[in-house]
């Protein structure tokens, strides 16, 4: 399996005044593989520390912070000799020892010359906990589920995905019936690195179902675990109700939606517990259509996302028939499993930060809005074939926006000022 994110890693790897790296992201979605994996290409030797139920390294950085003393035990654990030229050092479960993650300053202003990781699922839980960050010491990176293009990798299909960011549309559009199949697979497989993997190996819906709803389990199990016990049920009813939030026609979080009389402060920390966890992806709405869009961001207005689009069609119990039934997989929960998937190759496979606009009195809503090369580019998704625009001919006549997107099931065509790309292309933003 490749993951395009090991390119970043080894840019940073070179990159001039670099700093410990903490790597980012939810559980499951492969970081410890990856950080390994960087260390076998990119590196002549790895040094791989993982703190979970791992008391001696702990106890390793209880002590002070001089790091001569921290690498001779680190030579020690991993049986090798850390150089700083040709050697990756990884901690991994960061979290489990604050004391680690405290210890990266003392890298970067001391040791620069050691390339070090970190990784940590519920590192932003553990902040809570009034650990200290080493802010301005450190470079980070998120890290999401397989992309599409990184799935069609995982199964096979590397040219279809190279030529995804290549400039050949017609070459895209030749093969739009291969594309969209595989589309249909990854919305319904998603891109959690053991459901992919088992996926290409095996194709079978039902177990593919039965991996996601396990993971469903452990990461509610998590809230449990990690979570302070009186946000535990906020962050249920926060997490139970994404699924009908999307479902609605207009995709804006409700709080009446969590339960009567449920308001926003109360539920407020859960949300941004969620999000901490890597487990949603929170896109504002904006109040003004300006540039930038980060200044005018409404933070009372707000839609929430999965980290996956096949979690998400597990927690809502999606059938797995659907998979095999036309294009019905695409207008289930009225276009909601389309929107989670364009949300998360945005975010995961673009440079892109997403925000949403809707017109005053709601008589139109932008699904999308991103700031590139300083305008702005609505984007509107479609969950099937039908080319109808309204909500981006308003935006365009009120603002008069030069470009506008649309995602659909059609092919690659441009129609004046607007750019019709597929489904299975959203990288070419």
Request: charged share 25%; proline share 3%.
């Amino acid at each position: 399996m490749d993951r395009t994110i090991i390119s970043r890693l080894a840019e940073w790897q070179k990159k001039e005044g670099r700093k410990p790296l903490i790597l980012k992201g939810a559980r499951q979605v492969g970081k410890t593989w990856v950080l390994k994996e960087f260390g076998r290409r990119c590196f002549k030797k790895t040094a791989y520390i993982t703190f979970f139920k791992n008391q001696r390294m702990k106890d390793v950085f209880e002590g002070d912070y001089n790091l001569e003393r921290i690498l001779t035990n680190i030579n020690i654990e991993c049986k090798t000799e850390v150089t700083p030229e040709d050697t990756l050092i990884i901690f991994d479960e960061i979290q489990e020892c604050p004391r680690a993650l405290e210890a990266l300053k003392y890298f970067c202003e001391e040791a620069p010359e050691y390339a070090v990781a970190a990784a940590g699922s519920l590192l932003g839980l553990a902040l809570h906990k009034d650990i200290s960050f080493p802010v301005g010491k450190v470079d980070s990176m998120n890290m999401y589920p397989l992309s599409f293009r990184e799935f069609l990798m995982a199964m096979g299909e590397n040219q279809l995905a190279a030529v995804l960011t290549e400039s050949d549309t017609g070459l895209i559009n030749d093969f739009h019936g291969t594309y969209s199949y595989w589309l249909k697979n990854y919305m319904y497989v998603g891109g959690m690195p053991e459901i992919v993997k088992y996926f290409s190996e095996h194709k079978n819906y039902e177990e593919v179902r039965a991996m996601q709803n396990q993971i469903l389990a452990d990461y509610e199990d998590d809230f449990g675990k990690h979570i302070p016990k009186e946000q535990v049920p906020k962050v249920r009813l926060v997490w139970n109700s994404i699924p009908l939030q999307l479902a609605k026609e207009n995709k804006k979080f409700f709080f009446g939606k969590i339960k009567e009389g449920a308001r926003a402060k109360d539920f407020e920390e859960a949300i941004e517990l969620l999000k901490d966890c890597g487990l949603i992806t929170k896109v504002q709405k904006v109040s003004k259509p300006a540039v930038p869009l980060k200044t005018y961001a409404d933070f009372t207005a707000f839609k929430l996302y999965f980290v996956d689009v096949g979690l998400l069609g597990a927690h809502a119990g999606l059938d797995a028939s659907s998979i095999l039934d036309g294009n019905k997989l695409f207008v289930e929960f009225k276009g909601a499993i389309t929107e989670q998937y364009v949300l998360q190759q945005i975010v995961s496979d673009t440079k892109n930060i997403p925000y949403y606009y809707s017109g005053e009195k709601a008589t139109y809503e932008l699904d999308f809005l991103i700031q590139k090369n300083g305008e702005l580019v609505p984007i509107e998704v479609k969950a099937g074939e039908n080319l109808r625009s309204k909500s981006l001919a308003f935006f365009r006549e009120k603002y008069g926006n030069k470009t506008a997107v649309r995602f659909s099931l059609a092919k690659i065509c441009v129609q004046d000022w607007l750019l019709n790309l597929p489904l299975y292309a959203v990288a070419r933003l």
